[in-house]
Nanobody, 118 residues
């Protein structure tokens, strides 16, 4: 089992940047696929970016070229660098971990609020 704690959210102006962090504990972090999701008020939770245990990344079309997901296995942490932020990026951002040996088992963090507004 793994526990996840997100941080780094906040209020930022359009065009600004934020870096989210998700610290994991309790298991072999390097063997987990990690992902960031977001959920705006009244909308479903959607995938933003994903990085697997080999470092392969995928992105939602809406964030390609603006967001970068990365992981530091030595620190048990996954990051989401968000640049050129837009008001439509406003949402609660969640971190998810999926073990390589049990792909139907997901663990979620508590979420961190990102608000893009002038």
């Amino acid at each position: 089992q793994v526990q996840l704690v997100e941080s780094g959210g906040g209020l930022v102006q359009p065009g600004g940047s934020l870096r989210l962090s998700c610290a994991a504990s309790g298991s072999i972090f390097s063997l987990y696929a990690m992902a960031w999701y977001r959920q705006a008020t009244g909308k479903q939770r959607d995938l933003v970016a994903r990085i697997n245990s080999s470092g392969t990344t995928t992105y939602a079309d809406s964030v390609k070229g603006r967001f970068t997901i990365s992981r530091d296995n030595a620190k048990n942490t996954v990051y989401l660098q968000m640049d050129s932020l837009k008001p439509e990026d406003t949402a609660v951002y969640y971190c998810k971990a999926t073990p390589k040996w049990h792909p139907n088992e997901d663990y979620w963090g508590q979420g961190t609020q990102v608000t893009v507004s002038s």
